[in-house]
């Protein structure tokens, strides 16, 4: 715990961010009890705590850098063991923050650790293609990390988030190349691109790319996964 609280209090200067003593040590809880669970459940292959530290919370954090979270409603779409979703909701407890994925697993966890961490989340079960059509263009920004390339990962988020809100993409240093591959994505789902914001965590470049919905997701998208997968806008 004292190597994952170290290594994240001195990465968030160099993030340009300043957290509470109580808050550090409560992101770096959620840390440990996502190493402890992992030795019975696939959730992560980054174990050690500072790298956790590092891969897991700090780069988590630069989406809270990036844009102004306060009061605004986040979906992070295929959260996987809560990342950005969690840490976010710790670091800014004012934004309403839904975690969304597939692996009922993962999801029964998060809903069960959660609140006895005392983070109110809203845990969802569903695939993000399908889920789209309950809760259309109903948040703020949409979150996501390590999904997948961006010009199918933009089908997937677009659709959540309303007009005037963002898509928050989290990539690492193949970013400016898949935002060239997802020119037409980009064009298509109603998005503009506004910034790409570079953070180096752990010696290397980590992106969060904002998208801004400038006009509605036209109705036919997202297709079925297996369809976007084939044929990526």
């Not at 697993?105 to 983070?119: C, D, F, S, T, Y």
Request: aromatic residues 4%.
């Amino acid at each position: 715990m004292e190597q994952m609280y170290q290594t994240l209090v001195e990465g968030l200067p160099l993030l340009g961010l300043t957290l509470s003593d109580e808050t550090a040590r409560r992101l770096c809880d959620f840390g440990e009890a996502v190493v402890r669970q992992n030795e019975v459940m696939n959730l992560t292959a980054i174990t050690q705590p500072d790298q956790v530290a590092k891969l897991h919370l700090l780069d988590s954090l630069s989406v809270a850098k990036t844009v102004d979270l306060r009061g605004k409603k986040i979906i992070d779409v295929g959260c996987g063991a809560g990342f950005p979703g969690v840490p976010l909701k710790i670091a800014c407890p004012e934004a309403k923050i839904t975690l969304l994925d597939s692996l009922g697993k993962r999801m029964n966890w998060l809903a069960q650790i959660l609140p006895e961490m005392g983070v109110e989340v809203t845990c969802v079960t569903a695939r993000a293609e399908e889920h789209a059509a309950k809760e259309r263009e109903q948040y703020d920004f949409a979150t996501s990390r390590a999904v997948a390339r961006l010009n199918i990962l933009l089908e997937l988020t677009a659709p959540f988030v309303k007009v005037g809100g963002a898509v928050l993409a989290m990539k690492g240093s193949a970013a400016r190349e898949e935002l060239a591959e997802a020119k037409n994505a980009i064009s298509k789902l109603g998005l503009k691109l506004e910034t790409v914001a570079d953070y180096p965590i752990d010696g290397t470049s980590h992106s969060v790319i904002v998208l801004r919905k400038i006009k509605p997701t036209p109705p036919q998208y997202p297709r079925r996964y297996a369809k976007i997968k084939q044929m990526p806008l």
